[in-house]
């Protein structure tokens, strides 16, 4: 049973920059596509982020690309999300997201399989 667990989340004033983390146990690590979400309540779950089981490749969605990086460590099982000139519309909670490697990219939240239970993400005006 695959583990998420987020960390990194809080206040930040708009501009500013925040990293969230992504810690994962329980699986072989190289062997699931991780993904980042986020969601405001009453709303649906929205894709940030995507990479590779291998980390050779990544998805940021269009929003954020260009202030938002992610990339994975194998040797420490994490998914760190580098967040940059942040605005407040980057309010949310974050989801680190797992499934199991396959080709292709995977954007819809019901492709995933391990859930962690996601960080609070606030920026201030």
């Known amino acids: 049973q695959v583990q998420l667990v987020e960390s990194g989340g809080g206040l930040v004033q708009a501009g500013g920059s925040l990293r969230l983390s992504c810690a994962a146990s329980?699986?072989?690590?190289?062997?699931?596509?991780m993904a980042w979400f986020r969601q405001v309540p009453g709303l649906e779950r929205e894709f940030v982020a995507g990479?590779?089981?291998?980390?050779?490749?990544?998805n940021v969605a269009a929003p954020m690309k260009g202030r938002f990086t992610i990339s994975r460590d194998s040797a420490k099982n994490t998914v760190p999300l580098q967040m940059y000139t942040l605005k407040p519309e980057d309010t949310a909670v974050y989801y680190c997201?797992?499934?199991?490697?396959?080709?292709?990219?995977?954007?819809?939240?019901?492709?995933?399989?391990?859930w962690g239970q996601g960080t609070q993400v606030t920026v201030s005006k």
């Open positions: 990479i590779t089981a291998s980390g050779g490749s990544t």
């Open positions: 997201a797992a499934r199991p490697y396959t080709s292709g990219w995977y954007t819809n939240p019901d492709d995933y399989v391990y």
């Open positions: 329980g699986g072989t690590f190289t062997n699931f596509v």
